[in-house]
């Protein structure tokens, strides 16, 4: 069974940092790009990073870039976002996904079911 599991979510200050995981099972991922996305209340999902298969490329949502840093371990078949700087708007259900290509769309075939983030001002 795939299975793209979150964590790392979790109450901050405004300022602080948070580093959420997403660990893949059931196959290797070393071969997907790996999406990250989330979701405030009220809103509609958003895309808020990417990264190619070999981690070579990467890709940001204009607000969080400077602040967010996505990456990941092939040999784990793990990803990472770190988030520094964090404001109370970044507040949402954040949402890793895996697919052949990167799609700011949402367009993965595979998804977690998200962490909460919650920034406090």
């Known amino acids: 069974q795939v299975q793209l599991v979150e964590s790392g979510g979790g109450l901050v200050q405004a300022g602080g940092s948070l580093r959420l995981s997403c660990a893949a099972s059931?196959?290797?991922?070393?071969?997907?790009?790996m999406d990250w996305f989330r979701q405030a209340p009220g809103k509609e999902r958003e895309f808020v990073a990417a990264i190619s298969w070999s981690g070579g490329s990467t890709y940001y949502a204009d607000s969080v870039k400077g602040r967010f840093t996505i990456s990941r371990d092939n040999a784990k078949n793990t990803a990472y976002l770190q988030m520094n700087s964090l404001k109370p708007e970044d507040t949402a259900v954040y949402y890793c996904?895996?697919?052949?290509?990167?799609?700011?769309?949402?367009?993965?075939?595979?998804w977690g079911k998200g962490t909460l983030v919650t920034v406090s001002s």
């Open positions: 996904a895996a697919g052949s290509r990167s799609s700011s769309e949402g367009n993965m075939d595979y």
């Open positions: 059931g196959r290797t991922f070393s071969s997907d790009a």
